[in-house]
Structure formats: C-alpha cells, structure tokens
C-alpha cells in the first residue's frame, strides 16, 4: 500500500499551553486535526467557564488563517469547583468535559482535587448533566511505586467511582497499562480511554535503558512492554471505546534536560504518523481510521469530519528541534526516520 485516505482525525487530549507558545503549538494542532481537546492545566488553572471562554479565544486568534480546526474546552475541577459552573459548563457549548487531576499527580495540578470524597455531589451533578469527566488515573500515595499508580487507580478509585455513578461518562485519558485497557474493555459502554503514540511505540526501556532520555518522560509513565503490547492490542483491536489522544505536551528543552525534567513529551509534529506506525508494526492500518477519526466523535456525540487527509508512503526525518514560543524543544522520536508521511491539506473554508 502506497497511500491511505483517512478521514480527518482529532485529538481528545492536548495540551497548547498559553501565551507566546501558541504560536507554535495551535498552527502543530490545526495541520493535522479536525478538532483537539484542549487540557485546562494552565497555570492558573482554567476552573471558570468565563476563563474557558477567554483561552478558547486566545486559541483562536492564534490558528493559522483559512483553518477550520475547533478548540474544544475542559473545564479543571478542583476541590472547590461551584455546582453552578458545572451547569454553565454545559450550557456553554464550548466545555465537552470536565478534567480530574488528583492533585500533585502531574505537571500544573496542584490545584487539583485532594480526595474524590470532596467532588462526590459535583461527580453526580455532572451524571445528571451528561457531562463526562476526563480523568488522569493515577493515585499520588507516596508509597505506591510509580509504575503502580495507574493500576491502583483503578483498583481505589475507578473501580468504586464507576459504580457509584452508574450513569456517568468516563474518558480514562491516556491509559497505560494491561489492568488500564482491561477495565475499560470490560467496562460498559460510557466507560472509553483514549491512547498516546508514545505509549503504543515506547516501553520503559526507551526511556531508562542505556542512559537516561528525558524526552521520553511522560506521566503517566511509560511502562513495561507488556503493557505496551497490550494497548497496542486495544488500540487495533478495532473497539470504539479506544481512540486517539496524543497527550502532546510541550516543554521546552530546558525543562526536559534538566536535574528534575518536566514531564511530557511533544508529538503534534507527526502525530498521525506516529500511529500510523504502530498500527503497521501491528498489521492494522486499516484499523486506524476508526481509532483516529471515528470513535472519539462517537463518543462525544458529535459528527464525524467531513474532510479526509491521504498518509503516502515518503520516508522523512522528524526534526531533531522545533520551536516553543522562542526556546528550542525536542519532538518525540527527534531525527528518526518515518515510512509514512501526511500529505498537505488544502485550505478549508472557515465554519
Ligand atoms: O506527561 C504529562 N505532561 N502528563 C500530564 O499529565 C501533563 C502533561 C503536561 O501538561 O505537561
Ligand atoms: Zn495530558
């Protein structure tokens, strides 16, 4: 196979950042996707409808003239969130979900929340709003071993969560391991994850093995190959509860080269073609329209991308740096080699 047509995927998990580095990342997110979901870890945090409202526009001013890509919001729930924002959240049309960082779990989430217990009355009200909550699934318990910490989430919390709130629509973002993509596989329907490129290529050995890559430090965590192997298994199984969210989290080099590295890795400069690698290495690339393009719009309830985009066949070679608003930063997978390559996209008509 020398070409394969898609239809416009989205990503439903990204981070722009704020500020200067818009310039770079919101023009990274509109090359390859018809829609991204845009994590609210800012610092401040976005907790506000009105502060949604004001980012998203700020977004907006910075996509490239003739783009027709979406920002989607998320709203950052915090211990003290109001029931009322939650209300306007989903009356707004612009927040699809509402993001659950246990606090301290990752980069800006500080503010997050301190026990589930807290958010219990905000989790049902947004199970009677059909609002799903996107959550990162790791405990932050300092005894519990890094690689753990998803598991145990989902033995403590999601597990208990779920049935507590039979109703309620759970995205488990960037699920990384086997217990991960076991829950949600068995889970009904409402309870979907989505899956990052690094996850699907990269095993613990890339990031810890002969010598220490910063560039491979992501939360959570890259695991054991089994857990690899097992989410590239979910990813092209062909499931609808499994899709695209590449988690493309910039930081600058500096950050990442570092005594205490920044976690995140950038992928938005050959997101697709990163999956498009996995899902060959897997003998699966005609499962990767529906992941890409399909499943994650089914989910949300909201229609699939009318445009298609065409992956060649074109061996090229990713950056070794990019730029974030002004200050170097290294890609994921800098330098190597891809077979597959996205075509450019013509100019679309503005909505
Ligand atoms: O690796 C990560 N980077 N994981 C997260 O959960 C946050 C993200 C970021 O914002 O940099
Ligand atoms: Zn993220």
Not at 286 to 298: C, K, M, N, T, Y
Request: charged fraction near 20%; aromatic fraction near 8%; hydrophobic fraction near 45%.
């Amino acid at each position: 196979m020398q070409s394969l047509i898609l239809t416009l995927p989205d990503d439903w998990h990204l981070h722009l950042r704020d500020g200067a580095a818009l310039a770079d990342t919101v023009p990274a997110a509109a090359r390859q996707f018809g829609r991204g979901l845009v994590m609210p870890n800012l610092r401040p945090p976005v907790v506000t409808v009105a502060r949604a409202r004001e980012y998203r526009e700020e977004i907006l001013r910075a996509r490239p003239p003739g783009s027709a890509w979406k920002p989607l919001m998320a709203l950052y729930l915090t211990d003290n969130t109001a029931v009322e924002e939650l209300r306007a959240a989903h009356a707004s049309g612009l927040i699809v979900g509402v993001k659950y960082y246990p606090a301290g779990a990752t980069t800006n989430s500080d503010s997050g929340v301190t026990r589930l217990e807290h958010v219990a009355p905000l989790l049902a009200e947004m199970e009677r709003l059909d609002l799903p909550l996107l959550l990162h699934g790791e405990v932050t318990d300092p005894e519990v071993d890094i690689f753990d910490r998803e598991a145990v989430f989902i033995e403590r919390e999601l597990t208990p969560l779920a049935r507590r709130f039979p109703a309620l629509r759970i995205v488990l973002e960037h699920v990384t391991t086997r217990e991960g993509v076991d829950f949600v596989a068995a889970a009904p329907a409402r309870i979907v994850a989505t899956i990052t490129p690094q996850h699907l290529l990269f095993n613990r050995n890339h990031l810890l093995a002969g010598g220490l890559r910063p560039h491979f430090y992501c939360l959570p965590i890259l695991k054991r190959d089994v857990h690899q192997a097992a989410l590239v298994a979910a990813a092209t199984g062909g499931s609808g509860k499994f899709f695209l969210g590449t988690d493309s989290a910039p930081h600058p080099r500096t950050m990442k080269e570092s005594s205490c590295g920044c976690a995140g890795c950038f992928s938005h400069h050959a997101a697709l073609e990163l999956y498009a690698l996995a899902f060959e290495r897997a003998g699966a690339l005609d499962r990767l329209e529906g992941f890409a393009s399909h499943f994650g719009a089914d989910f949300y309830g909201l229609p699939r991308n009318a445009e298609t985009v065409t992956l060649e066949r074109t061996p090229w070679q990713l950056p070794e740096t990019l730029s974030l608003g002004g200050e170097p930063l290294v890609p994921l997978a800098a330098g190597e080699t891809l077979a597959w390559r996205m075509a450019a996209r013509q100019p679309q008509a503005m909505p």
